[in-house]
């Protein structure tokens, strides 16, 4: 019991904090808002999948990847192209010279399925290929990028350009990917419509349990003696390495973890949305996926779905009002927490929070002693009057 | 190469950078239970020597045998796994860990991933960590953050993380660095208790400090061995002399 207390919840103030967090999103968030905006939130909370690979890997491990959407894309278009195929039965797809096969292949002179395409017909190896598809891209670009010693600012500019090819990629490649209008028209999930209201309600909530299940696994690697291996490769890797370690191991390790996190993310995103397309890919969800995190503060599992909440809310309702400025205020906000918050919200939270509660209970007293000297006085005039 | 009684043997190493011999055809030989202090002036090669065993720096030429095997082909993790320690110059420890958690995280077990996850700190580790706590004067410290402790402390702290791992070769590159003279007592009392039953390989400036540790001492010079043997000796070795007074 213990165990799975520090472990899995972190302590006393962990659980506190996961405990507020599942209240928000089990019970406040449902209650509170109408179908249409917690679809919404369902959808922003797919990102928060992403935030928090990254706070496993950005902020203990001290790597920074521009190229999360890659991991979220694949994920996404693995379940996309399982729903798509469910999709285009021959009886729905009757007037495309060649029935049963997707819409937009027809559209691109396809006579025939890809050969990549035929086993997505099976919802057991989706299923697989939405956690090991990104995994093990992950494991070849970790590879082949630790094992060189290939590090920081590379890094993050060469996962950057994968995101960039892989774009490209995907819309050049028009009739095997739907090109820039991604996967679109998803209806059904083993004959189970996820588009009406009630199955929005219950993925909803799959995709909830999901995230607390994937906090829950990055707090178990982070309490371990591998999280505070990352804190101390961050800090100091060469005495790792000469403690006798082999770095880039643990390097590929958490970058496959992150890579698998992201993709569930993905995944969930497909379902509650309805379609995937390569705007979730490229480099600009990927920056913003960073940006969620540094603003949630990227060593805090919870603050991070707080941080992804926020500017999302933001941007839904800005963009909503002044679409063209968004962009520039998303950038101002990621330049401000980095150089006034560089540990977000949660950092605010950790500095400011505890004497805010305090605060509040010194009001209480504050305003109790008064109260007291106020009776006296007049009890003591009562006295003097008499 | 033959095998020796050595427990380090190095033989006709070289390394050259861009034609620049740093360390050019260099043979030296440690023993067990030895505590040998190599000096020399600034460029002599020293730090090089010491990067080239644990494998941060790949040799040119020549052999360098720990116990009979050969390092220069292994990998940095495996030359420690051999049982070779390294403390850099300038202290490097974790400073955003606690004292314990930085000697947690050197104690020789859960190395892989896999390993590192389902590591518990039992009573064993604990224990450990407490007696080399003590030994390297910081068992008070244990649970301050590390980048509270003074300088000194840190490079004590540095060498407690290689001890953790009981090397059977411990190199210091210039371990009382920034110390005060109190500390620097206690760092050759605390070198003279850890060399027995290991070899030291300790770089230093501070001939005060050598004289107190030294068993043997080798001059390096441009990459090369000048003299060797005890303090005394080497002292009035006249090229030794050259060298430091010379220019």
Redo the contacts between chains.
Sequence with gaps: MNFVYDRFLGGKNGAIGIAVLAALIFIILPLALDLFRLNLVGKYLTYAFAAVSLVLLWGYGGILSLGQGVFFGLGGYCMAMFLKLEASDPETTKIQSTPGIPDFMDWNQLTSLPWFWEPFNNFGFTVAAVILVPTIFALIIGYSMFKRRVGGVYFAIITQIIALILTVLIVGQQGYTGGINGITDLRTLNGWDIRDDSSKYILYFINAFLLFGVIFLSR??LT???G??L??MR??E??????????S??KI?VFCISAMISAIGGAMFTLQVGFMSPSFVGIVPSIEMVIFAAVGGRMSLIGVVYGTLLVNFGKTMFSESFPELWLYLMGALFIGVVMYFPNGLAGIWDKHGSKMLKCIKNMQCVGAVKSMLESRRIAKADASGE | MSNTDFTLAIEDLTVSFDGFKAVDNLNLYVDKDELRVVIGPNGAGKTTVLDLICGKTKSTSGSIKFKNKELTKLAEHEIVHAGVGRKFQTPSIYENLSVYDNLEVSFPRGRGVFGSLTFKCDEEVDTRIREVAKEIFLEEFLDMESALLSHGQKQWLEIGMLLIQEPELLMLDEPVAGMSVKEREQTAELLNRICKGRSVLVIEHDMDFVEKIAHKVTVLHQGKILAEGDMKTVQNDPNVIEVYLGH
């Excluded at chain 1, 060469?238 to 770095?247: E, I, K, M, Q």
């Design positions: 178990f690697i371990s003696k591998f505070r291996l804190l101390a800090d100091k060469d005495r790792v390495r000469f403690s006798g370690y082999d770095v191991n643990f390790f």
